[in-house]
C-alpha cells in the first residue's frame, strides 16, 4: 500500500510507530553486520574447508544454530565448482518453491535461471505411476538441464535419492548439489547416500550437506546465495 492511500484512509495522519515497550536493534544493516560477526566469533570453521567458510557462516545464519558446523560436510570442491558454474551461466534446479524463492536473484552472477518444476502437469501422474512423491518425480524433467548445472535440495530426500539414482543411471552430471533435505524418514539416510556416491558408485560430484536430520529450505537457499556470490 502507497504511502499516499495510506494517508487517506488514516484521514492524512499517515503510518505512525507503536509506543516503544522493549529495547532492540533495529538497524537492518546493523543486525545483518553482527549476525555474522557472531557467527564467527562463536563457531569453529576450522572444521569446513577454507574456501567455504563464507559458505558454512551463510548456512548457519540461515537457521540459527552455530553447531550446525558439527554436522556440516563439504567437498572441497563445492565452491569453486558452484561458482564457477554459476558464472558461466548454469542453471539452478530447485526441489521446492521455497527453495527457489529463497535465492536472492541480485547476487547471481549470471542472471541464472532457477528451475522448480513441482508444478509441471504431468509431475502427478508419473508420481502415481512409479509409486514415488511429487517432489522424486519432478526431479526427472532436470533431465535437460543437468548437465552442469547446480542443484538445491531441501525438502524431499526422495528428491536426492532419485537424483542419485538417475545418476548412477547414466543422467548426466551437474557442477555441484547442495543436498540437505529435512526430516524424519530418509533425509540422514540420503544425506549418507551422498556423501558416499563417489565410493559407492565412481561419481564424485562436489557437494555439501548436513548429516542427519536437520536442513531445509532455509539453509538450502542459503546455502545458493554463498555460492553466487562471495561477499558475506
Same mark, same amino acid.
Given at each position: ?19 516503544? *515497550? ?25 572444521? =569446513? ?11 548457519? *545464519? ?10 556440516? =560436510? ?28 529463497? =535465492? ?10 532457477? *528451475? ?6 504431468? =509431475? ?37 535419492? *532419485? ?70
Amino acid at each position: 500500500m502507497s504511502l499516499d492511500k495510506l494517508d487517506q484512509r488514516e484521514g492524512g495522519s499517515g503510518p505512525r510507530p507503536p509506543a516503544r *515497550h522493549y529495547e532492540y536493534v533495529r538497524s537492518g544493516p546493523s543486525i545483518y553486520v553482527d549476525s555474522f560477526a557472531t557467527i564467527r566469533r562463536e563457531t569453529d570453521l576450522s572444521r =569446513v574447508p577454507e574456501s567455504a567458510e563464507r559458505l558454512a557462516v551463510r548456512m548457519i *545464519h540461515g537457521t540459527g544454530q552455530t553447531d550446525l558446523v558439527d554436522d556440516l =560436510v563439504v567437498h572441497p570442491e563445492l565452491v569453486p565448482a558452484g561458482r564457477a558454474a554459476l558464472e558461466s551461466g548454469a542453471p539452478i534446479l530447485c526441489d521446492a518453491r521455497m527453495v527457489a524463492v529463497g =535465492v536472492t536473484s541480485g547476487r547471481l552472477p549470471s542472471g541464472n535461471e532457477v *528451475h522448480c518444476f513441482l508444478g509441471a502437469d504431468e =509431475v502427478p501422474d508419473l508420481a502415481r505411476a512409479w509409486g514415488t512423491t511429487r517432489t522424486a518425480a519432478a526431479v526427472s524433467l532436470w533431465a535437460p538441464y543437468l548437465e552442469g548445472a547446480v542443484v538445491a535440495i531441501g525438502n524431499a530426500p526422495t528428491a536426492l535419492f *532419485h537424483l542419485m539414482e538417475m545418476l548412477i543411471e547414466g543422467a548426466p552430471r551437474p557442477a555441484a548439489i547442495i543436498g540437505c533435505p529435512v526430516g524424519f524418514i530418509g533425509a540422514a539416510e540420503s544425506k549418507d547416500a551422498l556423501t558416499r556416491l563417489a565410493a559407492d558408485h565412481g561419481i564424485d560430484v562436489p557437494y555439501v550437506t548436513v548429516r542427519g536430520r536437520r536442513g531445509g529450505s532455509a539453509i538450502t537457499s542459503s546455502a545458493l546465495n554463498a555460492l553466487a556470490q562471495d561477499a558475506e
